[in-house]
């Protein structure tokens, strides 16, 4: 009896240390095959874009999500609602110091800290950081087989981003645009 305790302690000790330093497992995102379309809204209409992943991997513990991390090439912000020169001033105007200073916050980066699993994927919670600032976010990813989507909704303004913020000027009237921007993401491992 005594034996048979000991054996079975033995080799719970075994799998819990193997469970404990058991290295997760990283998925790295297929950044060509992955999409990030934004868009912001104003009184008067709105406009689309994308923007591209630079890199990105999600973090598994066998089947479930427990983390991941990504960096957003802010110098590739396109705008797909315009041509020509309109097209061209906007996404100047986007780059520039007014709104994402990309000169010198080349990238932004999301790290997710924490994964919950619900019925339809994942309720994420993380940390964001855009033109220097980091914020708390939260959203829902869906995963299936080989790709995750999520929608999420930015408030810019609590990244310095106050060009146009009706919540900071007064007397804009139909050139106010509105302090939350979306990002609809894909992501392709």
């Known amino acids: 009896m005594k034996t ?3 054996k079975g302690l033995g080799a719970t ?3 819990l240390t193997t469970v404990a330093f ?3 497992m990283e998925k790295e995102i297929k950044i060509k095959e992955s999409s990030i379309n934004w868009v912001g ?4 209409g709105s406009h689309t874009g994308t923007i591209q992943l630079k890199e990105g991997k999600l973090l598994m513990e066998g089947n479930q999500l427990i983390g991941g991390s ?3 090439d802010m110098t590739s912000i396109n705008v797909t609602d315009l041509k020509g020169e309109n097209k061209g001033k906007l996404e100047g105007h986007l780059k520039s110091d007014d709104f994402f200073g990309i000169a010198n916050f080349p ?4 790290v997710i800290k924490s994964a919950n699993k619900t019925a339809d994927g994942y309720y994420i919670n993380g940390d964001i950081t855009i033109k220097g600032k ?6 829902d990813l869906k995963m299936e087989a080989n790709t995750a989507t999520a929608s999420l909704k930015i408030d810019r303004t609590k990244f310095g981003v106050r060009y146009g913020s009706g919540s900071f000027f007064d007397s804009l009237g139909d050139n106010t645009i509105y302090d ?5 993401v894909t992501l392709k491992f």
Do not use: G, M, Q, Y
């Open 4 to 6: 048979n305790i000991l």
């Open 13 to 15: 000790v075994i799998i």
């Open 22 to 24: 058991t290295k997760p």
């Open 41 to 44: 809204k104003k009184i008067t």
């Open 70 to 72: 990504f960096v957003i």
């Open 107 to 110: 990238t932004a980066t999301l």
């Open 134 to 139: 980091t914020e708390s976010i939260a959203f």
């Open 180 to 184: 939350n921007f979306d990002l609809d």
